[in-house]
């Protein structure tokens, strides 16, 4: 019983850190921008992603490597989905609002 808790335990870390990847890589790239909301949603959403795999079939090696795939690709599409919910002139605005707080002009 407790190899099996053992086994799901490192199955669900493995997923949530799959999870993490696309969060901070869109982190990293927009300075910071990703939401720190969003990193728990990220990696519920890698766990739905990856359970979904085995549901549909995929139960030997094959299907664990796809479930760690589809625990990357889930939150990427998610976080790009938000993204671009955002609309294009609300991120431009925030990118000439963060210009203009980091100029050398505003050091002074």
């Known amino acids: 019983m407790s190899f099996?808790?053992?086994a799901?335990?490192?199955l669900l870390g493995g997923w949530m850190l799959c999870g993490v990847v696309?969060?901070?890589?869109?982190?990293?790239?927009?300075?910071?921008?990703a939401g720190l909301i969003f990193?728990?949603?990220?990696?519920?959403?890698?766990?739905?992603?990856?359970?979904l795999v085995p549901l549909l079939g995929a139960t030997d090696v094959?299907?664990?490597?796809?479930?760690?795939?589809?625990?990357?690709?889930g939150p990427?599409?998610?976080?790009?989905?938000?993204?671009?919910?955002l609309g294009a002139s609300r991120l431009a605005s925030r990118a000439r609002t963060?210009?203009?707080q980091?100029?050398?002009?505003?050091a002074e």
């Open 62 to 73: 094959t299907g664990l490597w796809l479930s760690f795939l589809a625990a990357l690709a």
């Open 102 to 106: 980091h100029s050398p002009e505003s």
């Open 4 to 6: 099996d808790a053992l």
């Open 76 to 85: 990427a599409l998610f976080l790009a989905a938000r993204r671009h919910s």
């Open 98 to 100: 963060v210009d203009r």
């Open 39 to 51: 990193l728990p949603v990220s990696m519920a959403v890698a766990v739905l992603a990856a359970l």
């Open 8 to 10: 799901l335990s490192a």
């Open 22 to 33: 696309p969060w901070l890589v869109l982190s990293i790239s927009t300075r910071g921008d």
